[in-house]
């Protein structure tokens, strides 16, 4: 009887999983599955894609050698995400720590910090972008910084990276609200107690924030690394995504569409599993050290 | 009176100078992120002529309304009448938020609260396809929508967001905070199945549904590009799509109208604020565990 009513309740769990399994996997796994095959593939007739012959790496090997538009277009996004996400990881960190402190009206601070978000990647940013206004936002803080006698002064090497530094900030900004809300629960999540302890043996904030903070926060700050690389990799204004979608569905090009898909993916998992690696081993050289 | 001054000027001095570099800052940054809102706000009130101004400016001079009906009026030359876009989006959005909060929520009970054998392989997997760019499986799943006739219908904008892996994550992650003694109670006073998962799961994790329908709620609502690839009829476009088109595209800046497009990107965003300025004291709270755990 006990055994009966165990399997029962067991099978009660299959029924409940069962619509997210299907949905799941035919419009997840299913797709998945057969975008290897059609990357491997040529396609003679578009109605259907019934006559598919196999080619092996063909577009694998043309991506790279042959088409001269995506290595570079490739490279941007490489660049963008790479120079973005530890410049997005960096502020909303200090923005986080700075509304962890105890500050008034710290709910509104959350509230605004949050609002770009709202206005997601998609149509609205894309019009803001193209009318400049990012640029508009910073570029009274950079007339105030750099003026000509500065920028005399430090050289052209130095100006180059403050002005492109100018020009990314307002989109690191206005990208992200998720990270600082993430971090902000994260550092709540840290005991008090270990601060009080610090504190009687007279750690100064500095030796607090990289002996107590850092390696606490660590699995957040994995955490969100990995939602700001997928996040970027998967911009809908981004140059490989518009790349995608005109190979596919204005040029017909669907095999060679879901060839450069899958480098795309590959490249985003191999960054992930590196970023993986790196992280483990901070948080067991800081566990080791504990 | 006296006594106020007093106060006053004692709770002036007990104000460290870092204290106030530290509200400077905030408020810079609050004025900065507010930005792109205030932007998108107050453009859509300004009269042409103040459209052109440059630089830009952030407040309106002169307030009007008639760039809604430029919008109205560039949208009704064509077949199909605004108020058919909306229906769509507004059809497409509730569908979406509440098929997902349920197929999801579902889901994540029965594999947290059931554990059938195999659990651990289904959440494996679910969290792997957290890292997959969801572009990769774009063509397929035309194919499949394509193979299972649902072209141009609702079904094709909504089936493919219903079961998405990181709505399921969420939830799974929230799951073990119900006590199992309290499901277990419910189940001796005769519960069924269904009524824990209505009458007990459901209201315990209010906050985590909540973060769960406005970022469906956001993304649904927001998204041109299912439209655009399932749809070809013009009467089946949704609202975002249908605004990019009057634009004129994403990238040309559609000097001509951008008045309509003005109006057009205030009435895409006003109803994200509504749902996060509804949701939001549940959102934030959740968002304060799930970084955790």
């Known amino acids: 009887m006990r055994l009966r009513s165990d399997t029962r309740h067991k099978l009660e769990g299959y029924i409940f999983i069962l619509p997210f399994i299907v949905g799941f996997f035919l419009f997840f796994l299913s797709p998945l599955i057969r975008s290897i095959t059609l990357s491997v593939s040529d396609v003679t007739k578009m109605v259907g894609l019934s006559d598919m012959t196999l080619v092996g790496f063909k577009h694998y090997v043309y991506a790279f050698t042959g088409d001269v538009e995506f290595i570079p277009k490739f490279l941007q996004v490489i660049t963008d995400t790479l120079v973005n996400t530890p410049m997005i990881l960096v502020f909303s960190f200090i923005l986080a720590i700075m509304l962890s402190r105890n500050i008034r009206c710290r709910g509104f601070f959350r509230v605004v910090f949050f609002l770009p978000f709202l206005l997601g990647s998609g149509y609205v940013m894309s019009v803001l972008l193209d009318l400049g206004l990012d640029q508009m936002a910073v570029s009274g803080a950079k007339d105030l910084l750099l003026t000509d006698e500065i920028k005399e002064l430090v050289g052209p090497g130095v100006v180059n990276v403050v002005d492109e530094f100018f020009s990314r900030i307002s989109t690191v900004l206005w990208k992200s609200g998720v990270q600082i809300i993430i971090f902000l629960s994260g550092l709540q999540s840290i005991s008090p107690a270990l601060y009080e302890a610090a504190r009687v043996d007279a750690a100064t904030e500095w030796d607090i924030f990289w002996k107590i903070t850092l390696p606490m926060m660590t699995p957040i700050i994995f955490l969100n690394i990995v939602y700001t690389i997928v996040d970027s990799f998967g911009d809908v204004n981004n140059a490989m995504i518009n790349y995608f979608t005109d190979k596919c569905f204005s040029e017909n090009q669907v095999c060679y569409a879901a060839a450069l898909s899958w480098i795309y993916f590959l490249f985003v998992a191999v960054l992930l599993g590196l970023v993986f690696l790196f992280m483990n081993r901070i948080v067991n050289r800081t566990v080791g050290q504990g | ?293």
């Open chain 2, 1 to 293: 009176m006296e006594n106020l001054q007093k106060t006053v000027i004692r709770r002036l001095r007990r104000v460290s100078p870092g204290r106030i570099v530290v509200y400077l800052f905030m408020l810079a940054l609050v004025a900065f992120m507010a930005l792109p809102m205030v932007y998108v706000i107050v453009t859509a009130f300004k009269p042409l002529e103040e459209l052109y101004k440059f630089p830009p400016q952030f407040y309106v001079e002169n307030p009007t309304v008639n760039n809604f009906f430029d919008l109205f009026s560039s949208l009704e030359s064509a077949d199909t009448p605004f108020v058919r876009y909306l229906f769509n989006s507004v059809l497409v959005t509730v569908l979406i938020v509440i098929l997902t909060t349920l197929v999801c929520s579902m889901g994540a009970f029965g594999l947290v609260k059931h554990t059938p054998p195999g659990a651990s392989v289904i959440s494996g997997i679910v969290v792997a396809s957290l890292m997959v760019v969801p572009q990769v499986t774009t063509i397929p799943t035309f194919m499949i929508v394509n193979g299972l006739g649902l072209m141009d219908t609702f079904w094709a904008l909504v089936l493919p967001k219903v079961a998405v892996a990181f709505n399921f994550f969420l939830v799974q992650q929230f799951m073990g905070q119900v006590p199992n003694s309290l499901l277990e109670s419910a189940r001796l006073d005769g519960a069924t199945e269904l009524g824990v998962f209505f009458r007990i799961i459901m209201p315990m994790l209010r906050p985590v549904i909540s973060t769960l329908v406005m970022f469906s709620f956001t993304s649904a609502w927001n998204d041109y590009f299912s439209a655009l690839v399932y749809t070809t009829k013009d009467s089946m476009k949704t609202l975002p799509l249908a605004l990019q088109s009057i634009a004129g595209g994403v990238g040309s800046a559609a000097l001509a109208r951008s008045g309509a497009v003005a109006a057009s990107s205030f009435l895409m965003v006003l109803p994200v604020v509504i749902v996060f300025l509804l949701m939001q004291r549940k959102v934030i709270e959740t968002m304060a565990y799930s970084g955790i755990k």
